[in-house]
């Protein structure tokens, strides 16, 4: 039997589960608010094109629009300035074989309750690989917050001094990329980066940092908290958007039960 | 004396909907003089430029020296009563559902006699003020009023008929973020309002006035067609007012904007979001455009006066108000027996109007004066002087308004 003959079977038999880590894409789910005068990411929106009537007798579909970064997404490279000249830094130039990959998942999500502010610090990733192993090269860096499980107002939490969400410090992400090579990091919140991130030195050390030297994002993630430590295999194609900069997509992740 | 209006009763269910019948609308163009000061609410009759003589009915040559040049002018409103009639059998169906109805002749203090719907406070042989009303056909008639003043005269039957008076009639005012509609909400709240339902869009988004915001919360994002369906599917037919007061201002020109990101927000929010409450809420007030003593009987746009012609520092917006405008005009034929108010406001006194001197439309002004309009049945309204001017300007000669706009 070839591996992946077995794979399939694992599969089949149902010993290998399919976690959903995808948030639905409604028109009600909060975008990043930036300052109106900027601009802005497209909330998701559908148009009924037809549904069994005049317009279409016996057929039902929709338009549907909305930014690259709406919803549960991914960040490419040439999102961020720091990306902007890279190699295969696009949607349809990323190699497919990064697409699926294993993640670690970092459980910080009772401190994110404690705090919404809470910073990923390199002494947390320490921590963790005490007790769980090195960070391997090639891996996703998960934080679970449990961020997901919050909705609306809560989730987004806007004060007047900006967004309050949980995220890493630029220590964290430089030692991810250079110290432990990761494929990206993936988070429950609206970005990568912590909410009060552009106070950060850089500001955005996440999407600094990681799409600086080629690396992805995933943003809006859900169902952390279903996923073991390390041993998820992690299946996150962008749409193959001609130069796109990210897109929503679906994230699901392969658990050995 | 009018009767004080009792509020709106609850409807028997099993007792038919009265249907939203229009009096007899078709008019000559020239008559459609009458009509277009009606919408604005002014008295104008025909004036002989030859001869001064003021001319009834509409005409093309003066009755006096046979002169062509009869331009519209106001005239003065007093009269007399000189006969009056209470029509108690008809044939026409709108005034069939609504006999008896009483209607009489004016001689004008200007000089012609004129026949006239007369309000109930008008007495045999009394003075009168005659005003041009819009009808339910959204047609310029002429309704006498009693010479002064009486109680509760707001109330009468056959005024009710032309005028959109709020007291007791629900409200949605579709957009609660801005402080114009949290001003609008309070407004109807105060002159008796039976409900008044505001929208809120990206409830996860605090806004300014938030705390603060007056009426009933109800979410309601103009931009995602789901939403307005989902609310008009809850709320339609407990509307009677529907006020849109979902402004979306971004400066700039054509050039500076380099791309079509924000003119795409314009419109979903200026012309597509009036276009998707229209297809939600409109069938169903329409329906109900004739439903007990308190029908649903306004839609009210508030638009930039810069839909008449763009001043080029806000080129793209302007677009997407010329685009709205356009919309409201074509509104008002589908939408009758409902009256489609437009309001055209000036550079409002909001964050995007930094730059731009006084005087601007601060939002107790613009809603001190919808009110206004829908209780004196008004279609057409400019709030503030710089709309009045602009207003003026463009009825004088539109062409060179856009190129006095264009020259900056
Ligand atoms: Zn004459």
Redesign the pocket.
Same mark, same amino acid.
């Given at each position: 039997m070839t591996q992946l003959a077995a794979f399939a079977a694992e599969l089949l038999a149902g010993r290998i589960k399919v976690i959903d880590l995808t948030q639905t894409l409604s028109p009600e789910f909060p975008t990043i608010a930036l300052p109106p005068e900027f601009g802005q990411c497209a909330p998701f929106r559908l148009e009924e094109i037809s549904r069994y009537d005049s317009r279409g007798p016996a057929w039902y579909w929709n338009n549907f629009s909305c930014g690259e970064h709406t919803g549960t997404h991914f960040d490419a490279p040439i999102h961020w300035v720091s990306g902007k000249d890279l190699a295969n830094n696009t949607t349809d130039t990323i190699p497919a074989q990064n697409f699926i990959a294993p993640a670690c998942v970092i459980d910080c999500a009772r401190e994110a309750a404690a705090n919404a502010d809470f910073v990923l610090t390199v002494a947390v990733i320490e921590a963790w690989e005490a007790k769980h192993g090195r960070i391997p090269a090639g891996n996703w860096v998960f934080l679970r917050t449990d961020w997901s499980k919050k909705s609306g107002a809560a989730y987004a939490n806007l004060q007047a001094d900006g967004a309050h969400t949980p995220g890493p410090d630029p220590e964290a992400v430089r030692f991810l990329v250079e110290q432990r090579d990761v494929l990206g990091f993936g988070v429950e919140t609206i970005g990568t980066d912590a909410g009060q991130a552009h106070h950060f030195t850089p500001p955005y050390p996440a999407h600094f940092y990681m799409h600086g030297k080629g690396r992805y994002g995933l943003q809006c993630l859900a169902n952390l908290d279903r996923l073991p430590p390390t041993g998820a295999l992690i299946v996150s194609p962008p749409l193959k958007i001609k130069g796109g900069s990210g897109s929503p997509l679906r994230v699901l992740a392969l658990v050995a039960s | 004396m009018t009767a004080k209006l009792p509020p709106p009763q609850r409807k028997n269910p099993l007792l038919p909907t009265r249907q939203p019948l229009l009096p007899p609308s078709s008019r000559s163009r020239t008559a459609l003089g009458l009509t277009a000061a009606a919408a604005e609410g002014r008295f104008a009759l025909q004036v /002989?430029a030859? /001869?001064?003589?003021v001319q009834y009915p509409p005409r093309e040559a /003066?009755h006096? /020296?046979?002169?062509a040049n009869l331009p519209w002018r106001e005239v003065p409103a007093g009269g007399a009563l000189i006969a009056e009639t209470t029509v108690r059998i008809t044939a026409d169906p709108y005034f069939r559902q609504r006999t008896p109805w009483r209607t009489g002749i004016v001689a004008l203090d200007c000089g012609p006699s004129v026949v006239a719907h007369l309000h109930g406070d008008v007495v045999p042989d009394g003075r009168v003020r005659m005003t041009l009303r819009l009808d339910k056909s959204g047609q310029g008639v002429m309704l006498a009023l009693p010479g002064q003043d009486t109680p509760d005269m707001q109330d009468d039957r056959q005024m009710r008929e032309m005028t959109c008076d709020p007291k007791g009639r629900r409200v949605l005012v579709t957009d609660g973020r801005n402080a114009f509609g949290q001003a609008m909400a309070r407004a109807f709240i105060d002159v008796g309002a039976a409900g008044v339902f505001v929208g809120v869009a990206d409830a996860w988004k605090p806004f300014p006035g938030q705390d603060k915001l007056a009426g009933e919360v109800v979410p309601l994002d103009i931009t995602d067609t789901d939403s307005v369906h989902r609310l008009a599917a809850s709320l339609g037919g407990r509307v009677e007012i529907l006020v849109n007061t979902a402004l979306h201002v971004r400066p700039g020109g054509i050039l500076d904007r380099r791309d079509t990101v924000t003119a795409r927000e314009e419109m979903e929010a200026t012309y597509f979001g009036p276009m998707r409450l229209a297809q939600a809420f409109g069938p169903v007030l329409r329906s109900r455009g004739a439903d007990g003593t308190h029908p649903a009987c306004a839609w009210v746009n508030i638009l930039s006066a810069y839909a008449l012609a763009p001043t080029p520092t806000f080129g793209a917006f302007a677009a997407t108000q010329a685009a709205a405008l356009s919309l409201a005009h074509s509104l008002r034929a589908e939408l009758r027996p409902l009256r489609v108010v437009n309001a055209l406001v000036g550079p409002l006194d909001d964050e995007w109007h930094q730059a731009v001197p006084p005087p601007k439309v601060a939002p107790a002004a613009l809603a001190a004066s919808v009110l206004r309009a829908l209780r004196d049945g008004i279609e057409d309204l400019a709030v503030g002087d710089i709309a009045q001017d602009l207003l003026a300007r463009w009825k004088d000669n539109p062409t060179t308004l856009a190129r006095e706009l264009a020259a900056g």
């Open positions: - | /002989c030859d /001869c001064g003589a /003066c006096a /020296c046979l002169g």
